[in-house]
């Protein structure tokens, strides 16, 4: 009897013990798909966050380049309206305006204003390498913005800065453009990506995921892991 007794009670004691092992194991199975649901929704808000940066950015190279067809804004007024661009978009690194200098209504004294944001200060400057030249790299924005029109350069990594930036640029004709259709000049607007780091990628997805940018050129434009940014894939 006491054998049998032994035996119920083992039988008893498997049975709960599975019964814990399969309560534990769902457990876990939804606690997981609860994190991956989480996880999802972060990854999705910090999608729709690069989204509106990226809308705020174009958003002002789109105006500025109307206010420059139009005349509201030249050579003359060009370091009050790109000031005013940085105070408006504090995300926003740097704004220029540049002029072809080969033409005849090209500014004589000053072609180019790029006023930025060393430090959180906004600092009036200008672009010191000739964008012109079809040898110098520095200078295809330039020539994107004139062959192409209004786009978006591939994220490189910045000369002055050493970190990667995003840069918007378009081309403007002014309220007199020449009967050979060529422009005035083109904007630079760029935006340097560790803010997206430190908005979005940083922060951390579900219980240990994080986030990073791909652009279809195969670098990493943002990565939390340190030296990463910039890496191709």
């Not at 910090?46 to 950015?57: G, K, P, Q, S």
């Not at 067809?69 to 309206?81: H, P």
């Not at 005013?84 to 209504?105: H, M, Q, S």
């Amino acid at each position: 009897c006491s054998s049998d007794l032994f035996l119920v009670i083992g039988v008893v004691s498997l049975f709960t013990a599975n019964r814990l092992v399969r309560a534990r194991e769902a457990h876990e199975r939804e606690r997981s798909r609860q994190l991956q649901l989480v996880a999802r929704d972060q990854a999705a808000d910090a999608a729709r966050t690069i989204d509106r940066l990226l809308v705020d950015v174009q958003d002002a190279g789109n105006d500025l380049l109307e206010r420059l067809n139009s005349g509201e804004v030249s050579s003359v007024n060009a370091q009050v309206a790109t000031k005013a661009l940085l105070e408006k978009f504090p995300n926003l690194w740097g704004v220029g305006i540049t002029y072809d200098r080969r033409r005849p209504t090209a500014p004589t004294v000053e072609p180019n204003v790029y006023t930025t944001r060393p430090g959180g200060v906004i600092k009036p400057g200008r672009i010191t390498y000739d964008y012109e030249d079809p040898a110098d790299p520095r200078g295809h924005w330039w020539r994107r913005a004139v062959e192409v029109g209004n786009t978006w350069v591939p994220p490189y990594l910045g000369g002055t800065t050493k970190k990667m930036v995003a840069v918007y640029t378009g081309r403007f004709y002014g309220p007199n453009a020449p009967p050979d259709g060529s422009p005035a000049g083109a904007i630079i607007i760029s935006i340097q990506l560790d803010t997206i780091n430190r908005d979005v990628v940083w922060s951390e997805l579900g219980a240990s995921g994080y986030g990073f940018v791909v652009s279809r050129s195969g670098s990493y434009p943002a990565h939390p892991s340190k030296g990463v940014d910039g890496v191709f894939v």
